[in-house]
């Protein structure tokens, strides 16, 4: 609801220079690593580590794994390729005000929505709902990680807000609507044995 709010208050370029113009050189090297935590092989990375913990060595996991962090993937991936929005470094020419890593990769299209905020809000969302009740306030600190890659991609001069806001949402819609119907599955086959 922040974020909805922030959208209809401020405009992009407000938005985008507020996050991406507070700046350290301590503060990049953190979004460097918080940007990552949204990468494809960094999922795949701390999911098999999970299968290393015998709850999670199951069938169950393992498709619900699949499914919260490929299904999203693959409709954000499909909106950005029909969308073609430009990213920062196109619409603001690189100009000299915007903060960019000079070793950093500079993206200039499918800006939106954002890849890595989907696939860190779908992956995080997943851990949220598959962690046993009394560890549910690790929950948060997955949020706060989710938000930290958003955050990131605004900083490094990838996205702008619009786009780490609907990717979140994307990620966090699809996997709470995989997760239930995974754990509804599930369910109904236990009652059957």
């Not at 507070?22 to 990468?39: F, L």
């Amino acid at each position: 609801m922040v974020g909805a709010y922030l959208l209809f208050r401020f405009d992009s370029t407000t938005l985008f220079a507020f996050i991406n113009n507070h700046y350290n050189p301590a503060s990049d090297r953190i979004m460097e690593w918080a940007s990552k935590v949204g990468e494809g092989w960094m999922i795949a990375v701390i999911c098999v580590t999970f299968f290393l913990f015998k709850p999670f060595r199951n069938p169950w996991f393992f498709a619900t794994a699949v499914l919260c962090t490929v299904l999203p993937a693959l409709i954000t991936q499909l909106i950005k390729f029909q969308m073609a929005a430009p990213r920062p470094m196109t619409v603001y020419q690189n100009q000299n005000w915007v903060h960019h890593l000079d070793h950093w990769d500079l993206l200039h299209n499918n800006s939106f929505p954002s890849g890595h905020t989907t696939g860190a809000f779908s992956f995080l969302c997943l851990l949220s709902c598959v962690i046993p009740q009394k560890y549910w306030p690790i929950g948060f600190v997955f949020f706060v990680l989710a938000l930290a890659v958003g955050y990131a991609r605004v900083y490094l001069a990838a996205h702008f807000f619009r786009d780490v806001y609907f990717g979140s949402i994307i990620g966090t819609v699809f996997s709470f609507i995989i997760c239930l119907l995974v754990f509804y599955f599930k369910d109904k086959r236990e009652q059957r044995l």
